[in-house]
């Protein structure tokens, strides 16, 4: 009961830093203001975590990748995806953290220039940083590692996910018997509605 708890934990754990990072990313991060000349209003662009920065929404696709891999192995190699999953999520707090500084003056010009289909842009006034979805994103990171350790940890003593379905070493169950004897005594009667001595040896 405690390895499934632990094995239940470790795949919560995954799921819920995976599908929150990945959630996250589709956050506006920061939000660019360019002036423009009167009667105009200031451009205002809202930037989302992925266009910030691509690298957290594919670490958290690998770590969300890696669930079903915890699932679906045994032993070392359950060990060798738990640390893919540990380095994925340190990845991801590292990257997320670096989501905390604003783009640089040229990367917002870029972004505003793409916005507006190539049209000049001039000088930037602001960059405003919405630090909370990068914050949030460093914790998803931080479950993930947790999981991932925690596979490294106690991963090979967790059953496989094709366990219950595995014969047992003395045979089949007693049900597979019953209905093999099913079979064998259909298989008699038939032979003896055939007129066959099922007793008989049979010519090879």
């Given at each position: 009961?405690?390895?499934?708890?632990?094995?239940?934990?470790?795949?919560?754990?995954?799921?819920?830093?995976?599908?929150?990072?990945?959630?996250?990313?589709?956050?506006?991060?920061?939000?660019?203001?360019?002036?423009?000349?009167?009667?105009?209003?200031?451009?205002?662009?809202?930037?989302?975590?992925?266009?910030?920065?691509?690298?957290?929404?594919?670490?958290?696709?690998?770590?969300?990748?890696?669930?079903?891999?915890?699932?679906?192995?045994?032993?070392?190699?359950?060990?060798?995806?738990?640390?893919?999953?540990?380095?994925?999520?340190?990845a991801?707090?590292?990257?997320?953290?670096?989501?905390?500084?604003?783009?640089?003056?040229?990367?917002?010009?870029?972004l505003?220039?793409?916005?507006?289909?190539?049209?000049?842009?001039?000088?930037?006034a602001?960059?405003?940083?919405?630090?909370?979805?990068?914050?949030?994103?460093?914790?998803?990171?931080?479950?993930?590692?947790?999981?991932?350790?925690?596979?490294?940890?106690?991963?090979?003593?967790?059953?496989?996910?094709?366990?219950?379905?595995?014969?047992?070493?003395?045979?089949?169950?007693a049900?597979?018997?019953?209905?093999?004897?099913?079979?064998?005594?259909?298989?008699?009667?038939?032979?003896?509605?055939?007129?066959?001595?099922?007793?008989?040896?049979?010519?090879?």
């Amino acid at each position: 009961m405690r390895e499934r708890a632990g094995f239940a934990s470790a795949l919560l754990l995954q799921l819920i830093g995976a599908a929150g990072a990945l959630l996250l990313a589709t956050r506006h991060w920061q939000t660019i203001t360019t002036p423009r000349p009167r009667p105009f209003r200031d451009d205002v662009l809202s930037v989302t975590g992925r266009t910030v920065d691509a690298a957290p929404t594919a670490l958290a696709l690998v770590a969300l990748a890696g669930v079903i891999a915890v699932i679906a192995t045994r032993g070392v190699v359950r060990r060798l995806v738990g640390a893919v999953v540990a380095l994925a999520a340190a990845a991801l707090v590292w990257r997320s953290l670096a989501g905390l500084d604003a783009v640089s003056q040229s990367r917002a010009r870029s972004l505003v220039q793409s916005k507006h289909s190539g049209a000049e842009v001039g000088a930037v006034a602001r960059i405003d940083v919405h630090a909370v979805w990068a914050v949030l994103s460093v914790g998803c990171g931080a479950l993930l590692l947790v999981a991932g350790l925690l596979v490294v940890w106690r991963g090979p003593r967790w059953g496989g996910m094709s366990a219950k379905y595995d014969r047992p070493a003395g045979g089949g169950t007693a049900e597979d018997e019953q209905q093999a004897r099913a079979r064998a005594d259909a298989s008699l009667w038939s032979a003896l509605d055939r007129g066959v001595d099922p007793t008989e040896p049979t010519e090879r």
